[in-house]
């Protein structure tokens, strides 16, 4: 079964419209961090946002925010107002607790999100 | 921005040959990591380190060795490189902060070719 799973392969948005990717994750572990990283035509990785198995509320980094839900084992992120440059691909990650001492990453296989004037 | 450079950041090569990237780092982060990443794959974790000269396999290891002589420099060398490797791969760093919140930087990511 895969760790993360995004659903959307790709996704279409308006100009300063909000968005919300998808990302669902499957682990037996209590702690675990889940991450959202932005990767543009130019091929970066740039980290975005961190969300804790432990944190009680969702995290926020400007117009970026997680929407967690434990129990549905769902950590979407959303986007407020989109700009042009969000058009990129999305990928969500998780590292968990049983990665020890490799604290190893676990991908999903991304969302490619176009922003349309 | 972490201070993390790749080099080369594009190389064409043949089957056969040996290949070495290397990933440098400004921040004496601890831990150093390779990925590679392919179509419908998202990233997968090659080979990482915890400290010098203290590496171990990641999830797809097979044919890729390491070395970190030097905190700053992670190396990462195709001994014989095959077209299944061909691949854009990634060095990220990390460090030893409280619980899971160690956030991962990623390099400029390199572009390797083999024909």
Known sequence: AQKITQTQPGMFVQEKEAVTLDCTYDTSDQSYGLFWYKQPSSGEMIFLIYQGSYDEQNATEGRYSLNFQKARKSANLVISASQLGDSAMYFCAMREARSGSARQLTFGSGTQLTVLP | DAGITQSPRHKVTETGTPVTL??????????????????????????????????????????????????????????????????????????????????????????????
């Open chain 2, 22 to 115: 290397r990933c440098h780092q400004t921040e004496n982060h601890r831990y150093m990591y390779w990925y590679r990443q392919d179509p419908g794959h998202g990233l997968r974790l090659i080979h990482y380190s915890y400290g010098v000269k203290d590496t171990d396999k990641g999830e797809v290891s097979d044919g890729y060795s390491v070395s970190r002589s030097k905190t700053e420099d992670f190396l990462l060398t195709l001994e014989s490189a095959t077209s299944s490797q061909t691949s854009v791969y990634f060095c990220a760093i990390s460090d030893t902060t409280s619980g899971e919140t160690d956030t991962q930087y990623f390099g400029p990511g390199t572009r390797l070719t083999v024909l």
